[in-house]
Protein backbone atom coordinates (compact mmCIF):
# COMPACT_ATOMS: atom_id res chain seq x y z
CA UNK A 1 0.00 0.00 0.00
CA UNK A 2 0.95 3.30 -0.79
CA UNK A 3 -0.04 6.87 0.36
CA UNK A 4 0.39 10.22 -0.78
CA UNK A 5 -0.55 13.46 1.11
CA UNK A 6 -1.40 17.02 -0.38
CA UNK A 7 -3.08 19.92 0.23
CA UNK A 8 -1.04 21.75 2.97
CA UNK A 9 0.35 25.09 2.91
CA UNK A 10 -0.11 28.13 4.90
CA UNK A 11 -3.31 29.70 5.73
CA UNK A 12 -4.54 32.76 8.00
CA UNK A 13 -5.88 31.65 11.85
CA UNK A 14 -9.82 31.04 11.06
CA UNK A 15 -8.66 29.68 7.68
CA UNK A 16 -9.63 26.37 5.73
CA UNK A 17 -7.70 23.85 4.36
CA UNK A 18 -8.62 20.38 2.49
CA UNK A 19 -5.54 17.45 2.99
CA UNK A 20 -6.14 14.78 0.60
CA UNK A 21 -4.69 11.10 0.69
CA UNK A 22 -4.47 9.14 -2.49
CA UNK A 23 -3.66 5.61 -1.70
CA UNK A 24 -2.39 2.90 -4.02
CA UNK A 25 -2.33 -0.92 -3.95
CA UNK A 26 -4.49 -4.03 -3.63
CA UNK A 27 -7.99 -4.12 -1.65
CA UNK A 28 -6.84 -0.35 -0.37
CA UNK A 29 -10.35 0.85 0.13
CA UNK A 30 -11.27 -1.59 2.60
CA UNK A 31 -8.10 -0.26 4.85
CA UNK A 32 -9.19 1.84 7.89
CA UNK A 33 -7.78 5.06 7.00
CA UNK A 34 -6.12 8.10 9.94
CA UNK A 35 -4.71 11.35 9.69
CA UNK A 36 -1.99 11.78 12.27
CA UNK A 37 -0.39 14.90 12.87
CA UNK A 38 3.56 15.57 14.47
CA UNK A 39 4.48 19.17 15.69
CA UNK A 40 8.05 20.57 15.66
CA UNK A 41 9.46 18.98 18.93
CA UNK A 42 6.43 17.10 19.87
CA UNK A 43 5.61 13.29 18.90
CA UNK A 44 3.21 12.40 16.62
CA UNK A 45 -0.38 12.26 17.60
CA UNK A 46 -3.91 11.15 16.69
CA UNK A 47 -6.20 13.19 14.36
CA UNK A 48 -8.94 11.50 12.71
CA UNK A 49 -9.96 7.60 11.58
CA UNK A 50 -12.54 6.51 9.35
CA UNK A 51 -13.38 2.83 9.07
CA UNK A 52 -13.20 1.39 5.71
CA UNK A 53 -16.79 1.66 4.53
CA UNK A 54 -16.88 5.22 6.02
CA UNK A 55 -20.02 4.74 8.63
CA UNK A 56 -17.48 5.27 11.63
CA UNK A 57 -15.55 7.86 12.38
CA UNK A 58 -13.11 9.35 15.60
CA UNK A 59 -11.74 12.77 16.58
CA UNK A 60 -9.16 13.78 18.76
CA UNK A 61 -10.76 16.24 21.09
CA UNK A 62 -8.63 18.83 19.77
CA UNK A 63 -10.14 18.94 16.44
CA UNK A 64 -13.49 17.89 17.17
CA UNK A 65 -16.04 20.06 15.50
CA UNK A 66 -13.73 21.47 13.19
CA UNK A 67 -12.28 19.06 10.94
CA UNK A 68 -14.44 16.68 9.03
CA UNK A 69 -12.83 12.94 8.04
CA UNK A 70 -14.52 11.38 4.51
CA UNK A 71 -13.23 8.96 2.08
CA UNK A 72 -14.47 8.41 -1.28
CA UNK A 73 -13.22 4.59 -2.39
CA UNK A 74 -14.33 4.84 -5.86
CA UNK A 75 -11.22 7.61 -6.20
CA UNK A 76 -8.90 5.58 -3.08
CA UNK A 77 -9.04 8.65 -1.35
CA UNK A 78 -9.30 10.43 1.86
CA UNK A 79 -10.08 13.85 2.61
CA UNK A 80 -9.30 15.78 5.93
CA UNK A 81 -11.52 18.78 5.53
CA UNK A 82 -9.91 21.52 8.58
CA UNK A 83 -12.03 24.76 8.74
CA UNK A 84 -11.16 27.44 11.92
CA UNK A 85 -7.81 26.74 11.56
CA UNK A 86 -5.55 28.03 14.73
CA UNK A 87 -2.39 28.05 15.61
CA UNK A 88 -1.57 25.34 17.40
CA UNK A 89 -3.35 23.16 13.84
CA UNK A 90 0.28 24.02 12.96
CA UNK A 91 2.07 20.31 11.97
CA UNK A 92 3.09 18.19 9.41
CA UNK A 93 0.36 15.86 8.75
CA UNK A 94 0.41 12.24 8.00
CA UNK A 95 -2.14 9.97 6.49
CA UNK A 96 -1.97 6.29 7.63
CA UNK A 97 -3.50 2.93 6.57
CA UNK A 98 -4.91 0.26 8.85
CA UNK A 99 -5.43 -3.41 7.23
CA UNK A 100 -7.67 -4.45 10.47
CA UNK A 101 -11.31 -2.88 12.23
CA UNK A 102 -11.21 0.26 13.69
CA UNK A 103 -11.88 0.55 17.10
CA UNK A 104 -12.52 3.80 19.29
CA UNK A 105 -9.07 1.76 21.04
CA UNK A 106 -7.02 1.55 17.77
CA UNK A 107 -6.32 5.29 17.21
CA UNK A 108 -2.74 5.01 17.83
CA UNK A 109 -0.05 4.96 15.43
CA UNK A 110 1.31 1.85 16.14
CA UNK A 111 -2.53 0.54 14.98
CA UNK A 112 -1.64 1.62 11.23
CA UNK A 113 0.21 -0.33 9.36
CA UNK A 114 1.49 2.41 6.21
CA UNK A 115 2.05 6.19 5.94
CA UNK A 116 2.39 8.67 3.37
CA UNK A 117 5.19 10.94 3.80
CA UNK A 118 3.42 13.90 5.38
CA UNK A 119 2.00 17.52 4.09
CA UNK A 120 3.16 20.42 6.38
CA UNK A 121 0.32 22.77 7.46
CA UNK A 122 1.35 26.29 8.72
CA UNK A 123 -1.36 28.32 10.46
CA UNK A 124 -0.45 31.86 11.40
CA UNK A 125 -1.75 33.90 13.94
Known amino acids: VQLQASGGGLVQAGGFLRLSCAAS????????MGWFRQAPGKEREFVAA????????YYADSVKGRFIISRDNARNTVYLQMNSLKPDDTAVYYC???????????????????WGQGTLVTVSS
Open 96 to 114: AARAGLLYGSTLHTSDFDY
Open 50 to 57: ISWRGGST
Open 25 to 32: GRAVSTYA
